[in-house]
């Protein structure tokens, strides 16, 4: 699989069956080639239409399963959701 078909990709929790988002950047392990993990934008500031200043990051290895549109996690969101710099 190549890092360009991960992108766009619609990320659902399997804990609580949310959507998290799609998945709009990867971190990877420049010396290895590996995945490290998946980057989705976080939810909305105001009134969940504006803004945005956190994100999922989300370790490759609670990825559960990639299928053809979606990626499934395991996470607890609170732990994965950080500030953007």
């Keep these: 699989m190549r890092i360009c078909d991960l992108k766009d990709k619609e990320v659902i929790n ?3 069956c949310k959507i998290l988002g ?3 950047d ?3 392990d420049i ?3 590996c995945v490290e993990a998946i ?3 976080g939810p909305c500031k105001i009134c969940g239409l504006i803004g945005r200043d956190t994100e999922y990051v989300i370790p490759y290895k609670c990825v ?3 299928g053809p549109d979606v990626i499934l996690v395991d996470v607890c969101v ?4 950080v500030k953007c710099l």
């Design 14 to 16: 399997v804990n609580d």
């Design 22 to 24: 799609i998945v709009n």
């Design 26 to 28: 990867i971190d990877f």
């Design 31 to 33: 010396c290895s080639g």
């Design 39 to 41: 980057i989705v934008p």
């Design 64 to 66: 559960r399963n990639i």
């Design 78 to 81: 609170e732990k994965v959701l």
